[in-house]
Nanobody, 121 residues
Framework: QVHLVESGGGLVQAGGSLRLSCAAS????????MGWYRQAPGKQRELVAT???????NCADSVKGRFTISGDTAKNTVYLQMNSLKPEDTAVYYC???????????????WGQGTQVTVSS
């Protein structure tokens, strides 16, 4: 059993900042990648940013220069620092982890329950 627990969402004014956290726990053997995706009403879920176990990061063009992803491999935790937030950043943000459990030799994707981020203009 694997659990991804997110925290840090909320309501903020445009130009403000929020920091999201996601901790993975359970029967984890190894994590390959952790990241954040978001889904706005009426839109498809989209990639925000990812970080590998080796520390390589990738960000969507729409958030480059404003959002920073980081990971703590010892804690199986990923963070998303969001600065200069815009109303178009409003969405439910989902944590994702591609990992292996102790009982499955294959990597698989796991998702958190989502946390709402609302940016007011």
């Amino acid at each position: 059993q694997v659990h991804l627990v997110e925290s840090g969402g909320g309501l903020v004014q445009a130009g403000g900042s929020l920091r999201l956290s996601c901790a993975a726990s359970g029967t984890i053997f190894s994590i390959n990648v952790m990241g954040w995706y978001r889904q706005a009403p009426g839109k498809q879920r989209e990639l925000v940013a990812t970080v590998t176990s080796g520390g390589s990061t990738n960000c969507a063009d729409s958030v480059k220069g404003r959002f920073t992803i980081s990971g703590d491999t010892a804690k199986n935790t990923v963070y998303l620092q969001m600065n200069s937030l815009k109303p178009e950043d409003t969405a439910v943000y989902y944590c994702n982890a591609r990992l292996r459990t102790r009982y499955n030799p294959l990597f698989d994707d796991y998702w958190g329950q989502g946390t709402q981020v609302t940016v007011s203009s």
